[in-house]
């Protein structure tokens, strides 16, 4: 079964025809450039990632001072201070 649709009304909806043609006339506007720019903002973050890459992965010399206060014993944890945290970081 076949439905046309085309030229026919449904309960006040009509159909359009949204295809648009295309001629050989020159254009009535002239053509516009896209244009793109940086703001400031933009700079300036580009500008800060670059300089936190600059910066090893992993600070060897952070963690080796932990290791070594941790076998040592002189690591200390402040559960208040953990506890807190966990709280903080939930709201």
Do not use: C, W
């Amino acid at each position: 079964m076949r439905i046309d649709l085309n030229g026919a009304s449904l309960n006040g909806v009509v159909r359009e025809d949204k295809t648009k043609k295309v001629s050989n006339k020159p254009a009535e506007h002239p053509s516009v450039e896209d244009k793109s720019s940086l703001s400031q903002d933009t700079v300036s973050v580009s500008s800060l990632e670059a300089h936190a890459l600059s910066f090893p992965e992993v600070r060897q010399e952070k963690v080796d001072a932990l290791r070594e206060a941790v076998q040592n014993g002189q690591y200390k944890v402040d559960p208040d201070k953990v506890a807190q945290a966990m709280i903080e970081h939930l709201k």
